[in-house]
């Protein structure tokens, strides 16, 4: 991701969301169950997306934070869908070469005897390509 | 009444209990679930990228057996749920997705969302209703105060899954008076409990987990109940309660005497 343009282009088409669309009220991040956690929340993927500041959003871990639980995207009053511009970044990320957050190798030590599935096929799905 | 059923890997595997219970109640209330042949484990998590492809294939495989068994397709695990029904949304109204998906599958009679995916839940509450649910309970669970956690996944984004109105809910409270028990009603029911970080970072699950219990807790419940494997594991092992966490066909099998 050079080339700035480029990145902020294939992020809008990769999402599908309009970030013009969005007021700045800030009501995905008060409902966003990860808000402690993160670097850049909702609001703040969404309007740097739409500034082009994507190699900030990016090199921070908050790519990896969000809990895909779509509470931005029902609450969010203008349609906006924060969480799809979340997931366009991080995989703008994983899907170059060495750039998996998680390896099948990483899981072993993860186990615990209880783990369901679900949990590892969404790690996987979610870390790595 | 037939259904084509898409169990999920979990539920072959760490949530046995979500399963079997689901099919001894479905037998005991007149309906059948009739397990794909041929099903693949859909992912877990719904892929939101438009250029997702080759992620949402196995959703539509088993959308294609089902309709080409001319039967609708039932979910009991939420994540599957979410993924199949999501996907199957793509299908119907997103031309650019269909497309590509059809080039790739290369069906005989390509696929345009034309499949009904219902949950579990809904074939209780719309195909057999909770009033016949209610005559066919043998052991009512009368005195048990229960806390319905819908999470995440059954109810958003709410006009993909419209399953139940996503901010204020009733049809787990609904399904939990049917079988003679008394809802708890509660905060945190429908906020997420964190499970898809529980892996790699247990702190941030922790934190989800115990603040939902606590809710559960402090409202009176006795047991907290879940349709999602993730839930169940999450909230049971990093909730840091004692409340009992358990699905909800285990209840249901309870009442109707199947279990
Ligand atoms: S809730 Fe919607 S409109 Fe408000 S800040 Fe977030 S994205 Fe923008
Ligand atoms: S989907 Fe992600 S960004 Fe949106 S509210 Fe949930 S955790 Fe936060
Ligand atoms: S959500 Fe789960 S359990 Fe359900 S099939 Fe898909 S991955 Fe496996
Ligand atoms: S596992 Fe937690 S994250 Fe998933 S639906 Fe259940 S509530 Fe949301």
Redesign the interface.
């Given at each position: 991701m050079s080339h700035s343009n480029n990145a902020t282009e294939q992020v809008l088409?990769?999402?599908?969301v309009d970030v013009r669309k969005c007021m700045r009220c800030g009501k995905c991040t008060a409902t966003c169950?990860?808000f402690?956690?993160m670097e850049y929340h909702p609001h703040q993927f969404v309007y740097m997306v739409e500034k082009g500041e994507i190699e900030k959003l990016a090199a921070s871990p908050s790519i990896?934070?969000c809990?895909?639980?779509?509470?931005c995207?029902?609450r969010c009053p203008r349609g906006v869908e924060p969480?799809?511009v979340v997931?366009?970044v991080r995989?703008a990320v994983i899907r170059q070469q060495g750039q998996n957050h998680?390896k099948s190798d990483d899981?072993p030590a993860?186990l615990?005897e209880?783990?369901?599935?679900?949990?590892?096929?969404?790690?996987m799905?979610?870390?790595s390509k | 009444m037939k259904f084509s059923y898409y169990p999920g890997c979990t539920l072959k595997t760490k949530g046995k209990d979500l399963d079997r219970y689901g099919r001894l109640s479905a037998e005991a209330l007149g309906f059948t679930l009739e397990e794909l042949p041929d099903w693949q484990c859909c992912g877990a998590v719904y892929p939101m990228a438009k250029d997702e492809i080759a992620t949402k294939l196995s959703a539509v495989r088993a959308l294609v057996s089902a309709r080409d068994a001319g039967e609708e397709l039932v979910t009991l695990c939420s994540a599957c749920h979410n993924v199949i029904k999501q996907t199957n949304h793509d299908m119907a109204t997103d031309a650019d997705i269909a497309l590509r998906v059809n080039n790739y599958l290369g069906l005989e009679t390509p696929y345009n969302g034309e499949t009904t995916v219902l949950h579990y839940l809904e074939v209780l509450r719309d195909r057999v209703g909770f009033d016949k649910i209610k005559a066919a309970v043998k052991n009512p669970l009368t005195g048990r105060k229960i806390a319905a956690y819908y999470g995440c996944l059954l109810l958003r984004p709410g006009k993909v899954m419209q399953f139940d109105d996503p901010e204020n809910p009733t049809i787990l409270e609904n399904f939990i008076r049917a079988i003679g028990a008394e809802p708890v009603i509660w905060g945190m029911r429908n906020e997420c409990c964190g499970g898809y970080v529980a892996a790699e970072n247990k702190a941030q699950a922790e934190k989800r987990s115990s603040i939902v219990m606590e809710d559960a807790k402090k409202n009176g419940a006795d047991t907290v109940i879940t349709a999602c494997p993730l839930c169940l594991y999450n909230l049971a092992k990093n909730g840091g309660s004692d409340l009992p966490v358990v699905y909800f066909t285990e209840l249901l099998a309870e009442a109707l005497g199947v279990k």
């Open positions: 088409r990769s999402s599908g169950p990860a402690d956690e990896y934070k809990l895909s639980c779509f509470a995207v029902d969480a799809k997931e366009a995989l998680m899981i993860l615990d209880d783990m369901p599935q679900q949990l590892l096929v969404s790690a799905r979610k870390y | -």
